[in-house]
């Protein structure tokens, strides 16, 4: 079972929409939890992380902790063009090290 | 403030070199983690360093090897470049929290 799992794309949402985003983690001692977002031939950047149960907001991203379920979840609201591309959620243990799912790639149709 | 700074952007080496990736954390960050991502997945974790002292090491072999210097940069090495060696290699610096990672642009190697 891989560490950090995500929903598989892509998913494509019309201008205006919510694309929602999902992870599964597996480790229970998961500290910290990020999600990223990459542009094609770009490195990582930091959107939001949360550690407590319950919704953050930021803007229009909104990102969402079940440590009972072991889920985390990201929310795109009022989608752009701009939003698109590959949204990365990584994991933080007891070891230090972000652990990442392989990412979903959004697209957001115009 | 200068972000996360890493060099080279781009390298292309041959099979059998040895290479050496440089990072320099944002300012009054202390630890220093490097990531190789490779084309279509997420990136994987290799070495983490704070304060100078190796915290964590991922599922990579021993030609891979790391070191934090006193003014916290760091520069991962790679010895006996392998094909599969070419990703991108990127380096990540947090703060005392944890909860703030950053990433550089990061170092393209391609390896023929």
């Known amino acids: 079972q891989k560490e950090v799992e995500q929903n598989s794309g892509p998913l494509s949402v019309p201008e205006g929409a919510i694309a929602s985003l999902n992870c599964t983690y597996s480790?229970?001692?998961?500290?910290?939890f990020f999600w990223y977002r990459q542009y094609s031939g770009k490195s990582p950047e930091l959107i939001m992380f949360?550690?407590?149960?319950g919704d953050k907001e930021d803007g229009r991203f909104t990102a969402q902790l079940n440590k009972a379920s072991q889920y985390v979840s990201l929310l795109i609201r009022d989608s752009q063009p701009s939003d698109s591309a590959t949204y990365l959620c990584a994991v933080i243990g007891g070891d230090y090290k972000l652990s990442f799912g392989a990412g979903t790639t959004v697209t957001v149709r115009a | 403030d200068a972000g996360v700074t890493q060099s080279p952007t781009h390298l292309i080496k041959t099979r059998g070199q040895h290479v050496t990736l440089r990072c320099s954390p944002i300012?009054?960050?202390?630890?220093v983690s490097w990531y190789q991502q490779v084309l279509g997945q997420g990136p994987q974790f290799i070495f983490q360093?704070?304060?100078?002292?190796?915290?964590g090491r991922g599922n990579f072999p021993d030609r891979f090897s790391a070191r934090q210097f006193p003014n916290y940069s760091s520069e991962l090495n790679v010895n006996a470049l392998l094909l599969g060696d070419s990703a991108l290699y990127l380096c990540?610096?947090?703060?005392?929290?944890?909860?703030?990672?950053?990433f550089g642009e990061g170092s393209w190697l391609t390896v023929v």
């Open positions: 990540a610096s947090s703060g005392l929290s944890g909860n703030t990672i950053y």
């Open positions: 480790d229970r001692g998961s500290q910290s």
């Open positions: 949360i550690y407590s149960n």
């Open positions: 360093y704070y304060e100078k002292e190796e915290r």
């Open positions: 300012s009054g960050h202390k630890s």
